[in-house]
C-alpha cells in the first residue's frame, strides 16, 4: 500500500490520504506511517471515523501510552490513556472563562511541545476531533517547524548555542502563569518541579539542528535571570515566525492530527482562540 502525502507547508507537516481505519492496518502502512512522521513531523488524518478504542489502539502503534494524572475530577474520556482538551465540563456545559480549568488551559495557546516539563517527555501526540468548532469560530492548531528555525539563526547565535551547549528548565506553571499573568500572580514556578533539556538539539533522521524553546521554557541554566529570559524570547520570537508555522483546522468528527514531541524532533504547538 502507498499512501497519499499533500504537503502542507514548504518545509514540513502533511495531509495523509489512504489509509482505510475501518479495517486493521498492516505493518507496512505503520511502516509509512513512521516515515512520515519522521520527514514531516506532523500528520493530518481527515475524516478517520476512529473512535476511543480504535484511538488507543491506533497509538499503541508508536511506543508506550501515557495515562492522564488523577486529579480527582470527572473526565468525560472513557479509556485512561485518552485526556480532554475540550471546553466542556463532565456534565456537557461549556466551563467559564473565569473557570480555573479555562484559566489554565489558555497556556494551550503558546506555543509549547507537550510535556517538556516531565524528565520523560512524550514522543507523539494524537489528537482526536470529537466535536468541531463552529466557521469561524477558532480552535486551529498551529504548529512552528524549529528546524528550519535553526536554519535561518544568525550564524553568531548557531555557534553560541553549540559552544555554550545551553540547557534551559522547563516549568508547567511558567507556562501558564506566562499566559495568564493576572489569574497566576501569586503562583512562583520556582516553588515546583522543573526539567532540563538542552536548547539546541539534534534532530537524529534528518542529520539536522532543531531549537527546543517552547513557552515551558524558565530560565537558561549558569545565566542570570535576565539574561537567559532574554535568549528565551528572541528565540521563541524567531521560531514562532509566520514563515516557520502551518495552522491547521478541524473540518470534521474524525479528523486525526499527530505530531513528533521528542527531544530529537522539531515542533511547537499552539491552539488558536476563538471570538
Not at 517552547?214 to 509566520?242: M, N, V, W
Not at 468528527?253 to 505530531?259: C, H, I, R
Amino acid at each position: 500500500m502507498s499512501l497519499t502525502i499533500l504537503p502542507l507547508h514548504p518545509t514540513f507537516a502533511a495531509q495523509i490520504r489512504g489509509v482505510d481505519f475501518s479495517k486493521p492496518l498492516t505493518d507496512e502502512v505503520f511502516d509509512e506511517i513512521r516515515a512520515a512522521i519522521s520527514k514531516y513531523g506532523v500528520l493530518v488524518f481527515p475524516a478517520t471515523g476512529l473512535n476511543d478504542d480504535s484511538h488507543v489502539a491506533f497509538a499503541r502503534h508508536f511506543g508506550e501510552l501515557e495515562t492522564r494524572k488523577d486529579t480527582g475530577a470527572t473526565s468525560r474520556m472513557s479509556l485512561p490513556e485518552l485526556t480532554d482538551q475540550g471546553n466542556i465540563d463532565a456534565n456537557g456545559n461549556i466551563i467559564g472563562s473565569n473557570d480555573p480549568r479555562a484559566q489554565i488551559s489558555k497556556g494551550n495557546t503558546l506555543f509549547h511541545v507537550d510535556s517538556s516539563f516531565n524528565s520523560r517527555r512524550a514522543s507523539y501526540s494524537i489528537l482526536l476531533a470529537h466535536e468541531i468548532p463552529p466557521p469561524n469560530g477558532g480552535g486551529n492548531t498551529d504548529f512552528a517547524d524549529t528546524r528550519a528555525a535553526w536554519d535561518n539563526l544568525p550564524e553568531s547565535w548557531k555557534q553560541e548555542l553549540l559552544q555554550k551547549n545551553y540547557v534551559a528548565g522547563h516549568s508547567f506553571w511558567h507556562s501558564r502563569k506566562k499566559a495568564c499573568p493576572e489569574f497566576f500572580a501569586k503562583l512562583e514556578p520556582e516553588n515546583h518541579p522543573m526539567s532540563k533539556h538542552k536548547i539546541a538539539q539534534l534532530h537524529e533522521a534528518s542529520g539536522r539542528m532543531n531549537l527546543f524553546v517552547p513557552s515551558h521554557c524558565h530560565h537558561i541554566e549558569g545565566l542570570e535571570a535576565g539574561e537567559g529570559r532574554e535568549k528565551l524570547e528572541f528565540l521563541y520570537r524567531h521560531s514562532t515566525q509566520d514563515k516557520f508555522v502551518v495552522s491547521v483546522p478541524w473540518k470534521e468528527v474524525g479528523d486525526l492530527v499527530m505530531w513528533d514531541n521528542t527531544w530529537r524532533r522539531c515542533w511547537m504547538a499552539v491552539t488558536r482562540l476563538g471570538e
